[in-house]
């Protein structure tokens, strides 16, 4: 079974500070596609950035960059020069690309910014 | 632009009513989802539809059921609602194939049950 586990529930940034989300996933496939969803106060899931797994260039959105190591299972999320904008709830979560349509989210983590 | 529309921001009913949530989207999507998130739990999927009244048990279809009778309406329906389901409630969509990575999710519902 999929499973998608981020260990850290709470975490803090200084404002223009640099911070890492941490996320691990459980798969037997060989490709699938990984996502980091923002969720502001407003609850209005926002997708912050996709990764596929064949790919071996990490992506980039901006300021917001992953570091996506698929031997080991991990895609953290880097997020530079961190804005008050940027407090949210962020979600991780994996999606097998060829077979079903069920999206695996993790637990979440809540950023706070600190202006 | 693309919407997915849930019919209440926040509902508040007592234990054993029957509870509807609803689901609109506009973008001619086959997958509707329905997810729940809790503290501490993330998202959980209750149950989802890749068709006009097809539907699949997500992880946690328990005292749930849906209905989609047109493709772009989805409804979630607490047969007898109980403290325990108090909740947030997300709905979203996507297409079927290639595109389906791409999900667009409601505003969502806070469901309080008394």
């Known amino acids: 079974a999929q499973t998608v586990t981020q260990s850290q529930p709470e975490m803090s940034v200084q404002e223009a500070e640099t911070v890492t989300l941490s996320c691990t996933y459980d798969?037997?496939?060989?490709?699938?596609?990984l996502f980091w969803y923002k969720q502001p106060p407003s609850r209005q899931m926002i997708l912050v950035i996709r990764?596929?797994?064949?790919?071996?260039q990490n992506a980039t959105e901006n300021r917001f960059s992953v570091n996506f190591q698929k031997a080991a299972k991990s895609f953290s999320l880097k997020i530079s020069d961190s804005q008050l904008g940027d407090a949210a709830m962020y979600f991780c979560?994996?999606?097998?690309?060829?077979?079903?349509?069920?999206?695996?989210f993790g637990t979440g983590t809540s950023l706070t910014v600190i202006p | 632009d693309v919407k997915v529309t849930q019919s209440s921001r926040y509902l508040v009913k007592r234990t054993g009513e029957k509870v509807f949530l609803e689901c609109v989207q506009d973008?001619?999507?086959?997958?509707m989802f329905w997810y729940r998130q809790d503290p501490g739990l993330g998202l959980r999927l209750i149950y989802f539809?890749?068709?006009?009244?097809?539907?699949e048990k997500g992880d946690i279809p328990e005292g749930y059921s849906v209905s989609r009778e047109k493709k772009e309406r989805f409804s979630l329906i607490l047969e007898s609602a109980s403290t325990n389901q108090t909740s947030m409630y997300l709905c979203?969509?996507?297409?079927?194939?290639?595109?389906?990575?791409?999900?667009?999710f409601g505003s969502g519902t806070q469901l309080s049950v008394l």
């Open positions: 979203a969509s996507s297409l079927l194939g290639g595109a389906r990575e791409k999900l667009f």
């Open positions: 798969t037997s496939e060989s490709d699938y596609y």
């Open positions: 990764q596929e797994a064949y790919k071996q």
């Open positions: 979560a994996y999606l097998p690309r060829d077979t079903g349509n069920q999206f695996y």
């Open positions: 973008m001619d999507h086959e997958n």
């Open positions: 539809s890749y068709d006009v009244k097809m539907k």
